[in-house]
């Protein structure tokens, strides 16, 4: 049975202003953080990349709601994040003492089986892929099945990130060429506390040669909002839920993704349930990562 998971990595945005006030690491650039005086400016002891002077800069607003606009995709980049598998995850957080209808969640501390892992946005153009997937945006890892593979991702409508399908790294007889069909939401715009989109989708293809024919139903909630904090810095975030019932044959898989979503950073953390999860806000995660320096 195939257990699908993704994780849209965290996209790198330039703010254009020079130690601009800030609240939490998510009022500031790429690579900034807020220091005690409120003001941003350079983050010690590693950090990520700032976007290309000639991307469009992205300054948060927190407004509550996130546009496709607030979301931008570089390519190529890299985001380390530090995952942990099979470990405890408090979902739930705490009330935010500030706004009753908020939550702060903290993944900043150690978890089981820590380690940093660096994961990538990359061209689709130029891959033995690419003649497959012609509207591919960018392709970033995907896991099927315990098998690490290659996501492709693309805009949607206007409105929309999607997953189009997953390949391996090589094309050959033991290759790996799955197709969504429709495609898988990945993020659907504008994002705000209460919206929710439900659709079904086909994954069809190959995995590692042998054919895969899997159904899948899936609803995407926006179900929460509040304070992110992780090993790189705190962020105003949305929360969004991705549940997915997989069909391959008589067996039923049951799964729930969350993803934390701040204006300009994208993803800054995911939590995925074990399969056969029924339970919405589990307490046991097959993963969790979030953004490291």
């Not at 790189?232 to 008589?250: A, I, K, M, S």
Request: with cysteine; net charge negative.
């Amino acid at each position: 049975m195939k257990r699908l998971s993704f994780l849209l990595a965290a996209t790198v945005a330039a703010c254009s202003s020079s130690n601009p006030p800030c609240d939490v690491d998510g009022d500031c650039a790429v690579g900034e953080a807020c220091s005690a005086e409120h003001t941003c400016g350079t983050k010690d002891g590693g950090a990520l990349e700032p976007a290309p002077d000639t991307l469009a800069a992205c300054t948060p607003n927190h407004d509550g709601t996130i546009t496709r606009a607030e979301i931008a995709i570089v390519v190529p980049t890299s985001v380390t994040y530090r995952t942990s598998t099979e470990t405890m995850v408090d979902l739930a957080g705490t009330a935010d003492p500030t706004d009753a209808t908020a939550r702060v969640w903290d993944l900043s501390g150690a978890l089981t089986g820590d380690h940093d892992m660096d994961v990538e946005t990359l061209p689709v153009a130029g891959t033995w892929y690419a003649s497959k997937f012609p509207d591919g945006l960018f392709a970033s890892p995907l896991t099927v099945s315990g098998i690490v593979l290659t996501a492709i991702y693309a805009n949607g409508d206007a409105d929309s990130v999607v997953i189009q399908g997953a390949v391996s790294d090589a094309d050959g007889l033991t290759r790996s060429e799955l197709t969504y069909s429709p495609p898988l939401p990945a993020f659907t715009f504008p994002m705000s506390v209460g919206n929710s989109t439900t659709g079904t989708s086909t994954l069809s293809g190959l995995l590692s040669g042998v054919p895969t024919l899997v159904s899948v139903s899936w609803t995407q909630t926006v179900d929460a909002s509040g304070t992110m904090v992780t090993p790189y810095g705190t962020f105003p975030v949305l929360r969004t839920r991705l549940d997915l019932v997989q069909n391959e044959g008589p067996v039923v898989i049951t799964t729930h993704t969350y993803a934390f979503v701040a204006e300009c950073y994208g993803a800054v953390a995911k939590v995925q349930s074990k399969p056969y999860e029924l339970t919405e806000e589990f307490t046991t995660a097959s993963e969790v990562s979030r953004l490291a320096p």
